[in-house]
Nanobody, 122 residues
């Protein structure tokens, strides 16, 4: 049973930064990504990476502020979030996929999900 464990969430003032981490056997998958869900809203993609290469995808709302990265051992997926805004408040999840789909930011292609870590921006 594959487990993904997120950490690094917390509360921060607008304009601040946070770094999220997700630990797990990421090398077993084709893609890994970060998603978020705010109360009353649908889950949306934040950023994704192609585990076997260097392809990165970002949601328009976070491009230029967030950076996704994967360590060389492919066991930790990170999300550095700078210049945080109140609209970034949500539960953040990491997820992995073995889909061949080119839609890297489609939550529907991700099959393994972590439990989430809360990010609150005030």
């Amino acid at each position: 049973h594959v487990q993904l464990v997120e950490s690094g969430g917390g509360s921060v003032q607008a304009g601040g930064s946070l770094k999220l981490s997700c630990s797990g056997p990421l090398a077993s998958f084709r893609r890994a990504g970060w998603f978020r869900q705010a109360p009353g809203k649908v889950r949306e993609a934040v950023a994704a990476v192609y585990v076997g290469g260097s392809g990165y995808s970002y949601a328009h709302s976070v491009k230029g502020r967030f950076t996704i990265s994967l360590d060389n051992a492919k066991t930790t997926l990170s999300l550095l979030m700078d210049n945080l805004e109140s609209d970034d408040t949500a539960m953040y999840y990491c997820a992995t996929s073995n889909s061949w789909s080119m839609e890297a930011l489609d939550p529907g292609i991700y099959t393994v999900w972590g439990q989430g870590t809360q990010v609150t921006v005030s």
